[in-house]
């Protein structure tokens, strides 16, 4: 299946060779320009979720658009019934360790479609040694050539976070670990609940005890 890949890296290209079974990918570069509330409807503002990453190590290979692979560790955040993620960013550093490289540590954000998996690189530095990272959160709708959709989390309201090694080095454990006060920064929104529609029936009662009430006023005050 499918996963469309979000690159941070000093370049932008469109369609890159894939390093997992992924058909296709997608790179986002620092100079990419994007709206962060672009992806939420109009008058509706987004909001930003922290996730803590701090100690959390990378040891197993990551997983297809619909799985976490075996082993990985994954982070479910709860954003609400229906919320729709519009974009991620993050703040923070890791360290790969020897032989495993510090572009091979990756998140995979999953919601209630597959399709709409969406997997993040933190680096594009083919050796070991500490990754710095800064992501501004950049909406998914407005990424340049190919936007992506948002990501759904329908009536769960939970989104998964798998982070993950697109390589896993057989001769270290863990691959990689982040350092304390890394985040991972979720951009969503919470669509406003419609009012319910009033039925058939209702509508006739309410007419009804109109009548009703006006009924009574007239014999009242004539």
Not at 46 to 54: E, G
Not at 113 to 134: E, K, M, R, T, W
């Amino acid at each position: 299946m499918k996963m469309r890949t979000i690159l941070i890296a000093a370049a932008i290209t469109a369609v890159l060779a894939p390093t997992l079974s992924i058909a296709k990918s997608q790179t986002l570069g620092r100079g990419v320009h994007g709206n962060a509330r672009a992806g939420a409807p109009d008058g509706v503002a987004t909001s930003n979720f922290i996730v803590d990453l701090s100690g959390i190590s990378t040891d197993a290979l990551c997983g297809d658009a619909a799985t976490p692979g075996a082993g990985s560790t994954v982070v479910s955040v709860n954003l609400g019934k229906n919320a729709v993620v519009t974009g991620v960013g993050g703040v923070g550093s890791y360290e790969s360790f020897s032989p495993s490289w510090r572009s091979e540590v990756s998140a995979i954000f999953r919601g209630n479609d597959p399709l709409q998996s969406i997997q993040l690189a933190f680096s594009n530095d083919d050796s070991s040694g500490v990754a710095n990272y800064n992501i501004p959160v950049i909406d998914f709708t407005s990424i340049t050539p190919v936007p992506l959709s948002n990501i759904d989390t329908g009536n769960a309201g939970v989104l998964n976070i798998e982070l993950c090694e697109t390589f896993a080095d057989a001769d270290v454990s863990p691959d990689a670990t982040f350092a304390a006060g890394a985040n991972l920064q979720i951009a969503y929104y919470v669509p406003a609940v419609p009012a319910p529609a009033m039925s058939t029936w209702s509508m006739l009662a309410l007419l009804l005890g109109f009548g009703l009430v006006g009924g009574l006023a007239v014999r009242r005050f004539s």
